[in-house]
């Protein structure tokens, strides 16, 4: 069992203190019985100098003498009195803040064992909701391949709809297979982080919801390179695509999504700002400070999906906002990333 620095330090003033009250304890008992032993003996002129031999005319007499040890009895009786009760007082004290000393150890004692009673359940409900978790993510995966096996066997339909439909099954199997990494504790394989071609992101996901938006792409300058985990900052992205495509507005028949994408500089650090702007039904300021919260957004929405957003962001460590100049009820949402760039985040 290895001893920190702070307890070794409280040991070492306890025993300070308890040679410091053994030392006067012995020199109140010295005084009180009136012997002092060597070399104690030294100190007998300060602590009793009254024992001192009287000198002077009135000592050579008997009378004179009398009077002399007269006054020594007086003075060694006060003084005994006063040791005696010295004694009792400080030991008293002492014994007082040993008792405090002990209670509190005893209260951390308690305060510990009731923290490891915590941890210990937290870690069963935790390995309950990982089991959980991971049944869960093998049912889904073992219906989802039975209903790929099925869309395999629709030779009718057009290959349009059908890559599309490809395209969404591997997107769920992509999703499920994450959601059992986390289950399985093996978030380092999951946030696997390297070079990222932004550019190239954007041209995937305008081809798979080509069929449900039209997008506006804008580079000023061209989408860099940056360092991140592919499948989650995708994720994100679809996440805001797919709350611009569900909100949008009654009398739209398509979302329209702008993508733009700039430098920005903050606090002397480079990032890239990724903007997702649409023209939907947009958020009150309620809904902008609160959208990124779990459990704090709008009836309609805007919940899970910002929450995940904004924890993926803060892996990569980036910043996510709402642009509350362009978002607004009737006017749309802007939905701005700023991520480290290439060398900055190496």
Request: aromatic content about 10%.
């Amino acid at each position: 069992m290895t001893i920190s620095i702070k307890e070794t330090l409280n040991i070492t003033r306890y025993l300070l203190m308890v040679l410091v009250a053994v030392f006067i304890w012995l020199l109140l008992g010295m005084v009180y019985l009136d012997r002092f032993i060597t070399p104690f003996d030294r100190l007998m002129p300060w602590l009793m100098p009254w024992k001192e031999p009287a000198s002077g005319p009135s000592s050579s007499s008997v009378e004179g003498l009398l009077t002399v040890m007269q006054v020594q009895l007086v003075g060694s009786k006060r003084v005994a009195e006063y040791a005696f009760l010295s004694m009792i007082v400080t030991f008293a004290l002492f014994c007082v803040y040993l008792t405090f000393v002990y209670q509190q150890k005893q209260g951390r004692a308690r305060e510990n064992e009731l923290l490891l009673l915590k941890n210990q359940e937290i870690a069963r409900r935790n390995e309950f909701i990982r089991y959980i978790t991971a049944t869960i993510g093998h049912e889904f995966k073992n219906n989802l391949g039975r209903i790929k096996r099925r869309i395999d066997l629709l030779y009718d339909l057009p290959v349009e709809v059908k890559a599309r439909l490809d395209d969404n099954m591997e997107k769920l199997f992509a999703d499920i297979d994450i959601f059992k990494k986390i289950s399985d504790e093996r978030e380092t394989i999951l946030v696997s982080f390297e070079k990222v071609d932004l550019k190239e992101i954007f041209v995937t996901l305008t081809r798979q919801y080509g069929d449900l938006a039209d997008f506006v792409f804008q580079e000023t300058p061209p989408a860099p390179v940056i360092f991140a985990s592919q499948t989650l900052i995708k994720t994100v992205f679809e996440n805001l695509i797919d709350n611009s495509i569900k909100y949008k507005k009654p009398e739209q028949e398509r979302a329209l999504i702008a993508f733009s994408c700039s430098e920005d500089i903050d606090s002397n650090r480079r990032y890239v700002a990724l903007s997702f702007r649409d023209q939907g039904i947009g958020m009150n300021e309620q809904q902008a400070d609160q959208c990124f919260y779990k459990s704090k957004a709008s009836e309609g929405g805007w919940g899970q999906g910002l929450y995940f957003a904004k924890y993926v962001v803060g892996l990569h460590a980036g910043k996510i906002k709402v642009g509350k100049e362009h978002t607004a009820p009737g006017k749309g949402t802007e939905i701005i990333i700023n991520l480290p760039l290439v060398e900055e985040t190496l």
